[in-house]
């Protein structure tokens, strides 16, 4: 049976914009959209520090949660310097973090 373009089975998954009907191409070998809706492998995906737009991991969700706990647990210390009359003169200035 020669390949149709319009076979249901051969097609990209993605659903066409204008149309707001499926996508009329052909899914990319081994992928279930074509190369124009963003095909690609989860195999080939680079995840971490192998993906290209990785910079540094400061930001990560584990290193924004450790740095809030530390800038708590300072803020505390500092309430408790105050309190004794350890600590004098003005407070850390800036944004307090929720906790």
Do not use: W
């Not at 993906?51 to 809030?68: E, L, P």
């Not at 350890?86 to 800036?94: H, V």
């Amino acid at each position: 049976m020669p390949y149709s373009k319009l076979d249901p089975d051969r097609r990209c998954t993605a659903m066409c914009r204008s149309r707001g009907e499926r996508c009329r191409n052909a899914p990319a070998y081994g992928c279930k959209t074509c190369r124009y809706h963003g095909a690609k492998r989860q195999e080939a995906t680079k995840v971490g520090a192998e993906h290209g737009r990785y910079k540094t991991g400061y930001y990560t969700q584990d290193a924004k949660a450790m740095h809030k706990a530390t800038t708590i647990r300072l803020m505390d210390l500092e309430e408790i310097g105050f309190r004794l009359g350890i600590m004098a003169g003005k407070r850390t200035p800036g944004r307090k973090p929720g906790r």
